[in-house]
């Protein structure tokens, strides 16, 4: 399950990247450093207790940009750290290869385009990540550090689901503020808000919408991921969003028409 962020206007440099890290701390999750020897001769994170600070100067590079006018070439700052979870151990600890963990990371490509991205990883080598008992709990807990980060980031556009990569272009987001896709959780910034209007969002037949402190959107389309919006429910919601071009995920393997992705 993945959560990005688009054209997000507090991703600038250390000092934001220290404040999602403080975000991920107050959700009650462990900060996790680098990684050590399992028990069972495995690789596992270290919980990490130290300043955060400290830790944002190992998670933080801040690259001069290269190329800057070509978002697919441009290399410029960027981060990425690791958070343990306590959904299936309540007391990290010591090392272990299967906490279940959050990968939060970060781009900017080109002076003007960046992105933000959160990863769940339930650790389940041997079979997908669907059949962890810590599913729907995992995907609560994403939802809820996911609109604190919307909060503080103020970003364009965003959304959390199963992503079948084939999401919507850097480009097409930064220049035509495009959208083709309503996935599980959305989140429309004003800029989005202002081109297609509030009304397509709030009168939706969607589980939850509701404006947000900026004046964005936060569009939900059933309240529990495990269990996804009726087939009724599914040709409402089409109904409603079909006409301006907008099409559901496929991406949820618990919907009954899920297909697996053909790469």
Known sequence: MELYFFMCSKYRG????????????????????????????????????????????????????????????????????????RLKYPEPDVPRFDYITLSCGGHMLGRSYNFVSVLIDFHTPEAPDIESPYFEEGAQLMLKVGIELYTYLRPWYGWLDHSQH???????????????????????????????????????????????????????????????????????????????GLALSHGNPYDEDYQEPVY
């Open 14 to 85: 250390a000092k934001d990247v220290t404040r999602l890290a403080e975000i991920m701390k107050g959700n009650d999750l462990v900060l996790a450093w680098k990684r050590s020897e399992t028990p069972d001769g495995k690789l596992g994170p270290i919980p990490y207790w130290g300043k955060t600070s400290t830790f944002v100067e190992d998670a933080y590079r801040g690259n001069e940009f290269v190329n800057s006018h070509e978002i697919v070439n441009s290399s410029g700052p960027y981060f990425g750290f690791e958070v343990i979870t």
């Open 166 to 244: 084939d999401f919507i272009s850097f480009e097409a987001i930064r220049d035509r503020k495009e959208l083709d896709t309503i996935y599980w959780a959305n989140f429309y910034g004003p800029q989005y808000v202002e081109k297609y209007g509030p009304n397509l969002f709030l009168d939706s037949p969607a589980w939850k919408k509701e404006k947000l402190p900026d004046s964005g959107i936060y569009l939900q389309l059933s309240e529990f991921y495990t269990k996804p919006a009726s087939g009724e429910e599914k040709l409402k919601l089409k109904d409603h969003f079909s006409p301006h």
